[in-house]
């Protein structure tokens, strides 16, 4: 499993008919900042994501890839490679608070 940010959607009106009715979301990976290891940070790479939970842009996501992407009841025999499986509330490293969805909650140069 991944951490990554929703940030933004894909429309495509031509695809396979197991592919009709599937929200595609942009994703892209992010990590704890080597360097601190107080903040998250993106790694600069995008994916497309079949959404499974109703994420939406801006969000902190989990997301799988490969075979286990096509792990879940939504996905099984999909042609998938990258899935949102849950949406991220905290994220906390080294007894750190290093992101939360409340925004009074969120440390400073907090996703």
Sequence with gaps: MFLAKVTGSLVSTQKV???VGRKLLLVEPYRVDPQTRSQLVGT?????AVDTVGAGEGELVLIVQ??????????????????IIGIV???????RSVYSKQ????PKNSV
Aim: glycine share 6%.
């Design 89 to 95: 509330d905290h994220v906390h490293v080294e007894q």
């Design 17 to 19: 008919d197991s592919m």
């Design 66 to 83: 490969g075979s286990s992407a096509r792990l879940t009841p939504e996905t099984k025999n999909l042609p998938v490679d990258t899935v």
């Design 44 to 48: 600069g790479r995008t994916f497309v």
């Design 103 to 106: 925004p009074e909650d969120r």
